[in-house]
């Protein structure tokens, strides 16, 4: 296998699931949910998709940048769900690197601009 290609297999999660939730296939890259029967009870993020899933006509869905908090780990995901006949494909994309990176780049910008401003104002207590 390529080094292209593995990046993309340690940050990919695929979960198969019968509409009621019921976990079918998959596999356990970011999360093992071995322990897990239903996927709407792993996260209130999957338990707030279901009633979509039951009323949407809707084939494709997907959700930037859910914080997911499973299994005592802590991951931020791109998450997209395709429908099918009797089954729904969910495929996380682990971001957590970059949207940490993304976070600390925009804490420091946000700072920065905030002392000039209390310093343009007068503040002495500048941060």
Wanted: neutral net charge; aromatic residues 14%; hydrophobic residues 35%.
């Amino acid at each position: 296998m390529s080094t292209i290609e593995k990046p993309f297999l340690d940050v990919l999660q695929e979960i198969i699931i019968k509409p009621d939730g019921t976990i079918i296939g998959g596999n356990n890259t970011i999360y093992n949910l071995e322990s897990f029967s239903n996927l709407f009870e792993v996260d209130p993020f999957f338990e707030s998709l279901k009633e979509q899933f039951l009323t949407s006509n809707k084939t494709f869905f997907v959700y930037p940048c859910v914080n997911f908090y499973i299994n005592n780990k802590k991951c931020y995901c791109d998450v997209t769900v395709k429908r099918e006949n009797g089954f729904l494909a969910f495929i996380l994309f682990n971001y957590s690197e970059r949207y940490e990176k993304l976070h600390n780049i925009e804490s420091q910008k946000n700072q920065q601009q905030l002392n000039a401003h209390l310093k343009k104002i007068g503040a002495t207590n500048v941060l």
